[in-house]
Nanobody, 117 residues
Framework: QVQLVESGGGLVQPGGSLRLSCAASRRIYVMGWYRQAPGKERELVAT???????AYADSVKGRFTISRDNAENTVYLQMNSLKPEDTAVYYC??????????????WGQGTQVTVSS
């Protein structure tokens, strides 16, 4: 089992910045962030492997940057040029290979990000 502890959400004005952090209880293959806005499905924001390969949703490319500190088992999401449509609950996500084949997936408790003037 893997525990994920998030921090860094809050209220910010449009055009502002926030940084989210998520600490895992052990090293894990893929870490990332999903988000869910009211009335919408949960969607991928960004992921990063332990080798540093990244993937981003088109809606955040050029504005958000995902990074990780493997020594601290921590993933970060730097969010710049925030827009009201970025308002959502952001969930930390982690994935590791299962000894039975496939992958195990883990989720954080979620942190609210609100972009509003």
């Amino acid at each position: 089992q893997v525990q994920l502890v998030e921090s860094g959400g809050g209220l910010v004005q449009p055009g502002g910045s926030l940084r989210l952090s998520c600490a895992a209880s052990r090293r894990i293959y893929v870490m990332g962030w999903y988000r869910q806005a009211p009335g919408k499905e949960r969607e991928l924001v960004a992921t990063i492997t332990n080798a540093g390969y990244t993937a981003y949703a088109d809606s955040v490319k050029g504005r958000f940057t995902i990074s990780r500190d493997n020594a601290e088992n921590t993933v970060y999401l730097q969010m710049n040029s925030l827009k009201p449509e970025d308002t959502a609950v952001y969930y930390c996500y982690a994935k590791s290979p299962s000894s039975f084949g496939g992958f195990n997936e883990y989720w954080g408790q979620g942190t609210q990000v609100t972009v509003s003037s």
